[in-house]
């Protein structure tokens, strides 16, 4: 927008990272009012910003911080002091009103407050950037893995990268390059010959339930902890999050014990909450830029700060053509934007103001927020002359087909990120062969490669089931199971999936 | 509008494995692809209610036959989703003068009794039904019940008994519900006659609509209003140990459990009469497994097609029906091969829906015709006037070929 030409290089699919795996909640900031006050000021600024600049991804929910009886009472005056203090916006209701909002919640709350929480769907976001950026000029190459970046001297003169579908190596040369790799920042910073920034990947797991539960965020009020925050997102909500240091940004596994917290924790928000069926666990890695705060093991990553980090590798490196930015939340993503890119337009001698927080993405001109029935709405019109390829997700053939055209080559996950295919209740169990013969019959996908995407697909899907694999999920893997095994016995198509 | 038992149903959402099972039952589904079927309108939709809005009015076209929550293997009670879906819609949209009416059978009834030959002579006469489609979006030819003239409750104000604690098991309670009393007071006598011959003496209290007409057209406060008003004038005799009988098998369902079930309706009144109430063939057969039942049946030399409607299967007694004709001589019933006749109540009148409801309909109708029976046995009266209508000859209620079988008339 300010007028440069500009490249994004991802390595893998946009949205793979950290932003595809978060919880979902455009912070009102009420979080962390008192453990992190810049936090909170940013969060409530920024969300507000977000809702209208963003609004096509973004379901206006609203939010309640709840004292259940398992909270210190104590909390919430100090919450309502600190929420004055640091601009959040907060009222204070009933505590009849809430359970009258949301009958399911715990009936044993005391006190509840109404903040301005929000759902953000991170792909809708992610795609509604891009589609602005692209329309500003920019070129995407995704699938393209920096492997390298160029140092002339005291200057850093672009990357290498590596093509990963075609296989070849792309030399790309610039005046100025930024590294946004989130928890993989230290890493690019390292290629830049700019080592010890240090971002400590704070992983946390998060369960999607298969409906809603509650129609507002809930988030428990209390000092920020484990699982306290329930969002009602698209057709799920999602119980979240721990936050435990991880050896490795790229390290996805599901311990048994953390789905049983998170389903503990569920059970604090809305009694009866084991029985509801959990459909698809993941993780995430934050990016915790590492400050004194966190101490020097930086084992507590629960309260190390949110805030977002810039690192001016001129002053701290002598390097310039180069910033880091990191740290952060999804909700205050374009502040850090707007931060790194001011820090470059001062380097660089310019003088091209931020237009970001005033200018709608290309899809949210109206402002009209996302809405529930939104699919559905759709689909009545739809409905006559189209077939529903994902039925839980509500994806129409139409979408594919279009979508398949507009980026040819697409893996099913590609798919999934832009169009919810298999994000349901049955976790891809009718729609993935659909997919895969549809992308087939378009000439997309022959048959070997059809293969390969249809077990890659499933693969992915099974990472996220079987950590909870209980109840209805389970009756729902064996169907899937039956006719993937035994009516289409995938097991022995001839083809070996990458892993 | 919510009630805590319709959270219960709602969470049943979660049981859906995808398997179809139910929309291969689906009557209307087969019959017209403006409806997209129970698992797409049941657990698949919900999903995505809850909001200010309802994005499907496709959903309208459900009957709520309810015979997709009886197939589904998984418990996913989506009739009763749809249900309460189709009365958020209807509320969101106001209800139509037309559905306000037709759920409303006593108020037509009590227009049309006093006046009933007038009455009569215009449901019949054609430029009147063009009128009332136009105005009323009622089907011109729509099946209608003819008025009887005076009420089954006026010819037998004489059986208005007190209950009776001390001799509970000889008296039964019988609840016919408002299409008998307007329109079927013959069938109404029939079956007061089969249970007097079977040695029980029949008090019939004094007795409204069960509401299942609101409810089915989405008035949901309306009819729960209904429903308790009945339950507190039977509640006395189920206390006093009476059992209660039907002949409308539907409204009997809505006392036994849609009621509680679909409406979320919780009193102590309702309880106890739906521990009470017994559809009428049903309670035979039960007369016959004490061994009470009077087996002095005589021959009847006929061929019969039956139909068991969506709301007698709701009752999940299998089919006492077929029971019942086969202890009688000479009687070769047959169980038609149908599960549903499209009228569904009230849907099958509404001008947008005829259509529908007769094609789903057809192939019963079909073996109907086919069979060249000189008529057909069906428990619902609906159902009975739609296939009276659609067949050109009598359906009557299972408890006349018994009637016909005591020698009783
Ligand atoms: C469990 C969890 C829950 C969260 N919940 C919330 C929430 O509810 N609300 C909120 O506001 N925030 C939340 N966050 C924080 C938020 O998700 C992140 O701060 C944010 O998504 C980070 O975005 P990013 O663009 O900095 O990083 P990323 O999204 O990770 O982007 C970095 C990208 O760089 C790419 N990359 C890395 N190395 C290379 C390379 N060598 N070459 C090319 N590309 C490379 C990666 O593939 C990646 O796509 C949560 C985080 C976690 C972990
Ligand atoms: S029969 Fe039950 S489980 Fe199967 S699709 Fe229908 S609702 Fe779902
Ligand atoms: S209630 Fe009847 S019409 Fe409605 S979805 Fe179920 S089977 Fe179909
Ligand atoms: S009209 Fe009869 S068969 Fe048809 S829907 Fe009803 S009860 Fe079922």
Redesign the pocket.
């Given at each position: 927008m300010r007028g440069y030409r500009t490249i994004l290089?991802?390595?893998?699919d946009l949205g793979?990272?950290?932003?595809g795996?978060?919880?979902?909640?455009?912070?009102s900031g009420g979080r962390y009012v008192i453990s992190d006050e810049r936090s909170a000021t940013e969060c409530a600024e920024e969300s507000a910003i977000v809702k209208r600049i963003a609004a096509e991804a973004v379901e206006d929910t609203g939010g309640l911080f709840v004292t259940t009886p398992a909270d210190d009472p104590g909390y919430a005056d100090r919450f309502l002091a600190a929420c004055l203090k640091t601009g959040v916006p907060v009222q204070e209701i009933p505590a009849a009103e809430a359970l009258r909002r949301e009958p399911r919640l715990n009936p044993g709350i005391s006190r509840a407050f109404e903040v301005q929480d929000g759902a953000v769907d991170a792909w809708k976001l992610l795609w509604g950037n891009a589609r602005s950026a692209q329309e500003h000029g920019a070129a995407i190459l995704s699938y393209?893995?920096?492997t390298e970046v160029i140092r002339e001297g005291d200057r850093v003169a672009g990357v290498i990268?590596r093509d990963n579908r075609a296989g070849e190596m792309v030399r790309i040369e610039a005046a100025f390059v930024i590294n946004?790799?989130?928890?993989?920042a230290g890493?690019?910073a390292d290629m830049a010959d700019c080592p010890g920034v240090t971002v400590v990947p704070?992983k946390?797991i998060?369960i999607a339930m298969n409906h809603r539960l509650v129609r507002t965020v809930v988030n428990r009020c209390e000092h920020p902890g484990d699982g306290d925050i329930l969002v009602p997102i698209r057709t799920v909500c999602v119980i979240?999050?721990t936050d435990v240091k991880a050896d490795s940004p790229d390290d996805y596994s599901i311990g048994r014990d953390e789905v049983q917290q998170m389903l503990d924790a569920g059970e604090v928000i809305v009694p009866g909450f084991r029985q509801a069926r959990a459909l698809h666990a993941w993780?995430?890695?934050?990016?915790l830029f590492k400050d004194e705060r966190a101490g020097e093991g930086g084992e507590d990553t629960r309260h190390m700060s949110r805030g977002l980090a810039l690192v001016d590798h001129l002053r701290r490196d002598g390097v310039s053509g180069f910033l880091t930015i990191?740290g952060?939340?999804?909700?205050t993503?374009r502040l850090m934007a707007e931060t790194v890119v001011d820090a470059m337009v001062e380097q660089m001698g310019d003088s091209r103001p931020c237009t970001t927080a005033t200018e709608a993405l290309p899809g949210s001109e109206d402002g009209r927020h996302y809405w529930l029935g939104s699919r559905l709405a759709a689909q009545e019109e739809a409905m006559a002359d189209d077939q529903l390829v994902c039925e839980c997700e509500l994806m129409p053939r139409r979408k594919l087909v279009e979508a398949a055209r507009r980026r040819p080559g697409m893996t099913l996950d590609d798919v999934r990120r832009a169009l919810r295919l298999g994000m349901g209740p049955c976790q891809g169990g009718f729609c993935t062969y659909r997919a895969t013969g549809i992308l087939h019959g378009l000439g997309d996908a022959e048959t070997e490669r059809a293969d390969e995407l249809l077990l890659t697909f499933l693969q992915h899907r099974w990472l996220g089931l079987e950590p909870i694999l209980y109840g209805d999920q389970m009756r729902q893997a064996c169907l899937d199971d039956w006719i993937f095994q035994g009516t289409l016995d995938v097991e022995h198509l001839p083809v070996t999936v990458p892993t | 509008m919510t009630h805590p038992l319709h959270e219960l149903m709602r969470d049943s959402l979660d049981h859906c494995v995808k398997c179809t099972i139910c929309e291969t039952y689906c009557p209307v589904a087969a019959a017209t692809p403006l409806f997209p079927g129970p698992k797409y309108v049941g657990p698949q939709a919900e999903r995505y209610r809850g909001g200010d809005a309802n994005a499907d009015a496709s959903l309208d076209y459900c009957s709520s036959c309810g015979i997709c929550t009886q197939v589904c293997p998984q418990g996913v009670k989506i009739a009763e989703i749809n249900s309460q879906a189709k009365a958020e819609l209807a509320q969101r949209r106001g209800v139509s003068l037309r559905d306000r009416l037709i759920a409303r059978p006593t108020l037509a009834g009590w227009m049309g009794a006093p006046v009933w030959p007038v009455a009569n002579w215009t449901t019949s006469f054609g430029p009147f039904r063009l009128l009332l489609e136009k105005v009323l979006r009622i089907h011109r030819k729509a099946p209608m019940p003819r008025w009887a003239g005076r009420t089954f409750q006026s010819r037998t104000r004489s059986r208005r008994k007190a209950p009776d604690p001390a001799a509970p098991q000889r008296k039964v309670v019988f609840f016919h519900g408002c299409a008998a009393n307007f329109y079927e007071p013959g069938t109404a006598s029939m079956a007061v006659q089969v249970l007097e011959h079977n040695g029980l003496e029949v008090i019939i209290p004094k007795q409204g609509c069960c509401g299942l007409p609101l409810q089915s057209n989405g008035q949901y406060d309306a009819a729960r209003a209904y429903v308790r008003r009945l339950a507190a004038q039977l509640a006395p005799y189920a206390r006093a140990g009476h059992d209660i009988v039907a002949t409308s098998t539907s409204c009997g369902l809505m006392l036994k459990r849609e009621a509680h079930e679909i409406l979320g309706v919780d009193d102590d009144d309702l309880r106890v009469v739906s521990e009470r109430m017994f559809d009428i063939c049903e309670y035979l057969v039960m007369l016959d497994e004490r061994g009470e039942l009077k087996r002095d049946m005589q021959p009847v030399d006929m061929e019969v097609p039956y139909h068991a409607p969506c709301q007698q299967r709701g009752h999940g007694v299998g089919t006492p029906a077929m029971e019942l004709m086969a202890m009688v001589p000479g009687l070769r019933a047959s169980q038609v091969d149908a599960v549903c006749c499209g009228v569904a109540g009230t849907y099958g009148l509404k001008a947008e829906k005829y259509d529908i409801a007769m094609e789903v309909g057809r192939s019963l109708f079909d073996q109907v015709r086919a069979s060249g029976a000189a008529l057909s046995v069906c428990d619902s009266e609906t159902c009975r006037w739609q296939i009276a209508a659609a067949t050109d000859r009598p359906s009557v209620h299972p408890v006349e070929m018994l009637h016909r079988a005591y020698g009783l008339g």
């Open positions: 290089v991802e390595r893998v793979q990272g950290t932003t795996r978060f919880h979902g909640l455009l912070h393209h893995w920096v990268a946004a790799g989130g928890v993989w890493e690019i704070g946390g998060m979240g999050t993780t995430g890695a934050r990016p990191t952060g939340k999804l909700t993503y | -």
